[in-house]
C-alpha cells in the first residue's frame, strides 16, 4: 500500500473515531436530567416548576435522544458552543484566552519530557543491572506513584514559600499591566514569544520565570513514560546483530550506542506520544490549578465546580479531538520512518 | 511397550507430576522468585502495614462520630496546629485530626481501590473474553467501544463523568467503574486471540466442550497473570485519580478522612508566617506522602509481578 492510501485510510478511520468521541460526549451530557441542564438558559433568579417545564420544552430538552444529538451536532458546526459561566463569556472566546496559556508550557514541557526520558532510558539500557539502571527504574516508579497535586504543592512550598522566588501565576502584576497595555502587541497570545516581537525582555524572562516550576512538575512526572519505554526499546535493539557486528569490529562504542542503537530504539517512542499527550493534558488541570495558570485546564477545574456543562462538555470534545488528532499524526509519521507498518 | 509413558520412563517427572498439580506448582515456582526480588519485599510490606492499619482502624482512631469516616474535629480555628500530644501529626484548618484521617482514610482508599478494579476486571474479562473468543462483528463493536473511551484523556473524562453524575465519593466509584474496563479489555482480547488457535483449545473444542467451559477452563487460567498484574498496578492508579478528583472539590466533602481531600486543605497553607514560613509543612507533607506511599506500593508489587509471572519474560 502505498503511504498515500494508507493516510487516507487512516484518516477516513479518524472520522468514525471522533464520531464515537461525540457520541461519548453526548451520553455523558444526557445523564443529567434535563431538569439541570435547563439551568443554562435560566436567566431570571426565580423560576416556577411550570416554566422550568415550559422552558425544558421550548428548548427540547426532553426530546428523544436522536433528536437531541443532532441538534447538538448542527450547533457544534455553526460554531455555537453557548455561554461559560465560569469564563463569563461565549465558550469560544474564553477558549481563545485561556488555549495559548496552556499550550506555551506544553510547548516548554514536551521537548524536555522526551529528551529527558529519552537520556535517562539510555542511560538505564546501556548499564543494565548497575546502579545507574536501579536508581532510572526508582526514579520511573517513583514518578509514576506520586501525586501531581503533591509534587506541586511541595515545589511551591520549597521555592516560593522558603525561598521566596517563582511565585505561582503567569505573569508578575507590572508584567501583566505591560500585556494589557495599548503598545503592547499580542501576535500569538504566547507570552514569551510575544515579548520577543515585542521586544521586551523583561516580559520574556518574566514569563519564563513563571514557567520554570510548572514545567519542572511536569518533566519529573511525565518522563518516567517515555523512560520506561525507551530503556526497554533500546536493550532490544543493543542485541540486534549489527551491534554485535559493529562491536565485534571494534567501532567506537558511544559512537554505536548514539547512531546505531538509539536511532532505530527511538522509533517506538514516537507511537506513545499520544498516550504522553493524554497524561499532561490530565497532568495540566492540577497544574495549573496548584500554580495559577489560567489556562483551559484551571478552566476546566473551575467549570467542573461551578457546573459550567457548556465549558466541560467543549474542553472535553475539544480534547479528544486534539488526541484522535495527534494519533493519526503520530500514525503518519510512524509509518513514513517504518514502510513495514503500511503493510497490515 | 504400549503402556511405558514418558513419565513412567523419567522417574523425576513422575514425582513431580504425581506431588502436585501443575497449576500450583506453576505458582510456587513464580511465588519463590517473586519473593527474592527485594524490590517486592519493599511493596509488599507497604501494602501489608497499609492493611494493617486499614482493618484495625476502629482500634488505632476510635471514632467519634456516627460516621467514622467523618473526621473529628475540635474547634474552628482556621489555622492549623502542629503535631501535640493530642494531635500526634498535627491538624488540618479548622482543628481537623490528621492522624485520624489518615488512618480512616487508609480504610476508604482500600475501599475504592478493591471495589473499582473488581468491577473494572469482572467486566473487562466479560467483555474481553466475549470478544476474543467469538470474533467477528460481536469483536468489532465492542473493541470499537472501548476505542472510544481511550479516545479522550482519562482525568479529563473522569471529571465530565463525575460532574454529570452529580460529584461526591460515590460519583467518583462509579465514574472509575465506567471507565476502567477497557483496558482489561484490550489485555483479555489479545491473549486470547494468540491462545483460541493453540491445539489444546482445538482438541478442547473436538471433544465436544462448550464455549463458557473452554472460556473459563482453558482460557481464563491461561491469560490471568498478566491482567492481575495490571489490576495491581491498577489499584493505585486508581486511588491516585480519586485522590486527584477529591482534590480537585468533586469527590467527598470537607472533613471527610479521603486523602485527595485532605491534602486539597492544605493549599492555604503552603507559606506560614513571616519569620516561619514552613510552620504549615505537616499539612503539607504528611497526607500526600502516604498517598504516594500506598501507589509506591501497589506499583512495587505490579513492576516486580510483571517479571516473574509473565511467562514471557520469565526462566530466562
Known amino acids: 500500500m502505498s503511504l498515500l492510501n494508507y493516510v487516507i485510510r487512516r484518516i477516513l478511520l479518524m472520522i468514525i473515531v471522533l464520531f464515537g468521541v461525540s457520541l461519548l460526549v453526548f451520553s455523558i451530557m444526557m445523564i443529567i436530567p434535563p431538569g439541570r441542564r435547563v439551568a443554562i438558559y435560566v436567566t431570571q433568579e426565580k423560576i416556577t416548576p411550570d416554566q422550568m417545564q415550559a422552558m425544558i420544552k421550548k428548548y427540547g430538552l426532553d426530546d428523544p435522544a436522536p433528536v437531541q444529538y443532532v441538534r447538538w451536532i448542527k450547533s457544534i458546526f455553526s460554531g455555537d458552543f453557548g455561554y461559560s459561566v465560569t469564563a463569563a463569556a461565549p465558550v469560544l472566546k474564553g477558549f481563545k484566552e485561556y488555549f495559548p496559556v496552556t499550550l506555551e508550557l506544553v510547548l516548554y514541557a514536551t521537548p524536555l519530557i522526551i529528551l529527558f526520558g529519552v537520556w535517562l532510558g539510555t542511560l538505564g539500557a546501556v548499564h543494565k543491572d548497575k546502579p545507574i539502571d536501579h536508581a532510572t527504574r526508582v526514579f520511573a516508579i517513583i514518578g509514576y506513584s506520586l501525586p501531581t497535586f503533591w509534587l506541586g504543592l511541595i515545589l511551591l512550598m520549597i521555592f516560593y514559600g522558603y525561598f521566596d522566588i517563582f511565585p505561582p501565576g503567569v505573569l508578575s502584576n507590572k508584567g501583566t499591566e505591560v500585556l494589557y497595555s495599548p503598545q503592547f502587541h499580542r501576535y500569538t497570545h504566547l507570552i514569551t514569544i510575544d515579548a520577543i516581537l515585542n521586544w521586551r525582555w523583561d516580559i520574556f524572562w518574566d514569563g519564563l520565570y513563571h514557567l520554570i516550576l510548572p514545567t519542572i512538575n511536569l518533566v519529573l512526572l511525565s518522563s518516567a513514560l517515555i523512560l520506561r519505554l525507551m530503556r526497554s526499546s533500546m536493550l532490544e535493539s543493543l542485541g540486534q546483530d549489527y551491534i554485535r557486528t559493529a562491536l565485534a569490529k571494534g567501532a567506537d562504542k558511544k559512537t554505536i550506542y548514539r547512531v546505531h542503537a538509539r536511532r532505530n530504539a527511538l522509533i517506538p517512542v514516537i507511537t506513545i506520544s499520544g498516550i504522553l499527550f493524554a497524561g499532561l493534558m490530565g497532568g495540566m488541570v492540577i497544574t495549573e490549578t496548584i500554580f495559577a495558570r489560567t489556562g483551559i485546564g484551571l478552566w476546566m477545574a473551575r467549570a467542573a465546580l461551578q457546573l459550567d456543562l457548556p465549558a466541560i462538555m467543549f474542553n472535553v470534545l475539544f480534547l479528544g479531538f486534539v488526541f484522535v488528532l495527534m494519533n493519526l499524526i503520530v500514525d503518519i509519521i510512524y509509518a513514513y520512518i517504518d514502510p513495514r507498518i503500511r503493510l497490515t | ?316
Request: proline share 6%; glycine share 8%.
Open chain 2, 1 to 316: 511397550m504400549s503402556n511405558v509413558t514418558y513419565e513412567k520412563m523419567n522417574p523425576e517427572l513422575e514425582e513431580r507430576r504425581v506431588s502436585k498439580h501443575p497449576r500450583l506448582q506453576e505458582f510456587l515456582f513464580s511465588a519463590k522468585r517473586f519473593l527474592k526480588n527485594p524490590l517486592t519485599i519493599i511493596g509488599l510490606i507497604i501494602i501489608l502495614s497499609f492493611a494493617f492499619v486499614a482493618i484495625f482502624a476502629p482500634i488505632l482512631a476510635p471514632p467519634q462520630n456516627s460516621d467514622p469516616y467523618r473526621i473529628p474535629h475540635t474547634g474552628w480555628k482556621m489555622a492549623p496546629s502542629p503535631p501535640s500530644k493530642e494531635h500526634p501529626l498535627g491538624t488540618l484548618e479548622q482543628q481537623y485530626d490528621i492522624y485520624y484521617g489518615i488512618v480512616w482514610g487508609t480504610r476508604l482508599a482500600f475501599k475504592i481501590g478493591v471495589v473499582v478494579v473488581f468491577a473494572n476486571l469482572v467486566i473487562g474479562l466479560l467483555l474481553g473474553a466475549i470478544a476474543g473468543y467469538f470474533g467477528g462483528l460481536t469483536d468489532e463493536i465492542i473493541m470499537r467501544i472501548t476505542d472510544m473511551f481511550y479516545a479522550i484523556p482519562f482525568l479529563v473524562m473522569a471529571m465530565a463523568l463525575v460532574v454529570a453524575l452529580g460529584r461526591g465519593l460515590k460519583a467518583v466509584i462509579i465514574t472509575l467503574i465506567i471507565l476502567g474496563w477497557p483496558t482489561y479489555t484490550r489485555v483479555i482480547r489479545s491473549e486470547i486471540l494468540v491462545i483460541r488457535d493453540r491445539d489444546f483449545i482445538l482438541a478442547a473444542r473436538a471433544s465436544g466442550a462448550s464455549h463458557l467451559r473452554i472460556i473459563f477452563k482453558h482460557i481464563l487460567p491461561n491469560s490471568i497473570y498478566s491482567v492481575l498484574i495490571i489490576a495491581s498496578m491498577n489499584v493505585g492508579t486508581i486511588v491516585l485519580t480519586a485522590a486527584a478528583l477529591s482534590f480537585l472539590g468533586l469527590g467527598s466533602e470537607t472533613g471527610y478522612a479521603d486523602w485527595g481531600q485532605m491534602v486539597s486543605m492544605c493549599r492555604n497553607w503552603i507559606v506560614g508566617p513571616a519569620g516561619n514560613r514552613l510552620a504549615y509543612w505537616y499539612v503539607v507533607i504528611i497526607p500526600g506522602f502516604v498517598i504516594a506511599l500506598f501507589v509506591l506500593g501497589w506499583n512495587l508489587l505490579g513492576d516486580a509481578a510483571r517479571d516473574v509471572f509473565d511467562p514471557k519474560m520469565r526462566r530466562r
